[in-house]
């Protein structure tokens, strides 16, 4: 089940972008968890990062937020042959994620919340359901 996506785009100076960014959407930062990372939510459910580092010809991953980050991955690897990815983490950031690449070299990745009663929270409020 797919609920909430971020999407990232990379700035070669994170100061010129966010600044930028911050002027483009009239709205200051919602979320900064580490240097060189800021993230707006634009609508509930749908993030964009901006983060520093080399922008990459083609799309940057588009991140869709996942239950069992685990379970999908090994759909993933087994449905749609994808070779095995690596889970991530950092100690600052709410989330657990995984990026990978479809046939023509898209980036794609799915995240999944380490706090489940942040997760269903999320849920709720984005699909407005009382059960998960």
Request: charged residues 30%.
């Amino acid at each position: 089940m797919f609920f909430e996506m971020t999407y990232q785009v990379r700035v070669t100076d994170i100061t010129e972008g966010y600044n930028w960014y911050k002027t483009f959407l009239n709205k200051d930062v919602d979320f900064k968890p580490h240097d060189g990372f800021v993230e707006w939510e634009l609508i509930p459910g749908c993030w964009l990062q901006v983060a520093e580092g080399t922008p990459s010809d083609g799309s940057g991953p588009l991140r869709l937020g996942v239950k069992d980050i685990n379970a999908e991955k090994v759909r993933l690897e087994k449905e749609l042959n994808i070779d095995d990815f690596q889970v991530y983490s950092r100690p600052e950031v709410p989330v657990k994620w995984v990026t990978f690449a479809d046939p023509w070299g898209n980036r794609i990745g799915l995240f999944e919340y380490i706090d489940k009663k942040e997760e269903n929270e999320r849920i709720k409020f984005i699909l407005g359901k009382v059960e998960v």
